[in-house]
């Protein structure tokens, strides 16, 4: 019950927070026409202040573990194949392929990791965690960017896909929160302080013009494939993950770690990126809302197995 409560807190108020914008959209309050450019406020200027913030402010020297790192990234490359070549095969539409293997491999772990890692195990370092975030973090967002500029209406050349890596906010953003994590360079008091407030602003924001932009009429069409990329994102791919875990041995606060990345909802930065990128974005949307609305259920029944197995 602990769980489900702790899971509930997390992800509750994401859904009263796209509630929130879509009750605002229906009161006119704001506009359809008006999601993109919000949208690409938050990709431009919110967005990349929060992963640098989410990585600036990690400790880096006290809980750096490898095996867990590099644990994390390998199975974060193999769901990301997997997810390719199965959305390469069943999904029709280049957009639409970009969409749902987002859906699958990028998962909620900068919003709900933390707080999900202090509550299955109060009072343990979790310092792990944090850490891990600020190497999987840049990782979601330059295999997001690789996705969703290779799937757009037509195939971008490979000059061209190195430029739009290189030149995306959030690349930007998370290399420069990398480089300063490394080199222990710290901001001024005033200037850290902008940047955490502004950072802070950005999941809110993100999950209001989601909210915003929902259209369920428009949606009928997608709902079996959004269904399927929600029953492998919050089931297949964390049992795939933490079989694999527990047989390499992870226990205690890198298996919670493990958990929080691999059986998260869907990122709700995929539907800001898809609709900047020229993705399915309305498929985007509708994959985070129903992923992060039946993740309580399956974050407490993942919790509970590997509780009643001792494995934390």
């Known amino acids: 019950m602990n769980n489900l409560i702790l899971c509930l807190s997390a992800v509750l108020p994401i859904l009263l927070t ?17 999601v993109p450019r919000a949208n690409k406020w938050a990709f431009s200027v919110f967005m990349p202040l929060m992963c ?55 998962s909620n772990f900068v919003i709900l990791g933390i707080p999900l890692a202090s509550g299955l195990m109060p009072g343990s370092d979790i310092g792990a965690a944090a850490v891990v975030a600020a190497f999987v973090v840049p990782f979601f967002n330059v295999l997001a ?50 940047v955490r407030d502004i950072g802070r602003a950005a ?18 069409g997608r709902r079996k494939l959004s269904a399927a990329v929600c029953l492998g994102r919050l089931l297949l791919i964390p049992a795939l993950v933490l079989s694999a875990a527990v047989a390499l041995g ?4 890198e298996l919670v770690t493990l958990l929080a990345i691999f059986a ?29 609305a039946l993740c309580p259920l399956t974050l407490f029944g993942w919790s509970f197995l590997l509780k009643t197995l001792q494995l934390f």
């Not at 999941?203 to 009928?220: N, V």
């Not at 992870?250 to 606060?253: A, L, S, T, V």
């Not at 990122?267 to 992060?292: H, R």
């Open 18 to 34: 796209a509630g929130c914008g879509f009750a605002a959209r229906c009161a006119g309050l704001i506009r359809i026409e008006d």
């Open 145 to 194: 960017v690789i996705t969703l500029e290779s799937f757009r209406g037509q195939r971008p050349r490979p000059a061209e896909l190195l430029l739009s890596i290189l030149r995306n906010p959030l690349i930007l953003g998370s290399l420069a929160g990398l480089l300063a994590l490394v080199l222990g360079l710290r901001l001024p008091d005033f200037l850290e302080s902008f």
């Open 264 to 292: 998260a909802p869907t990122a709700v930065a995929s539907y800001t990126m898809a609709e900047q990128l020229g993705s399915d974005a309305p498929l985007a949307g509708k994959i985070v809302v129903l992923t992060s």
């Open 203 to 220: 999941s809110p924001l993100m999950l209001f013009l989601l909210g915003a932009s929902i259209r369920p009429e428009a949606d009928a």
């Open 250 to 253: 992870f226990r205690g606060i």
């Open 52 to 106: 640098f913030y989410n990585i600036y402010q990690s400790e880096l020297h006290s809980a750096l573990r490898p095996r867990l790192i590099v644990f994390s990234l390998a199975a974060i490359l193999i769901v990301y194949a997997l997810s390719l070549v199965w959305a390469s095969r069943f999904v029709p539409g280049r957009e639409s392929r970009g969409a749902a293997i987002q859906g699958l491999f990028r």
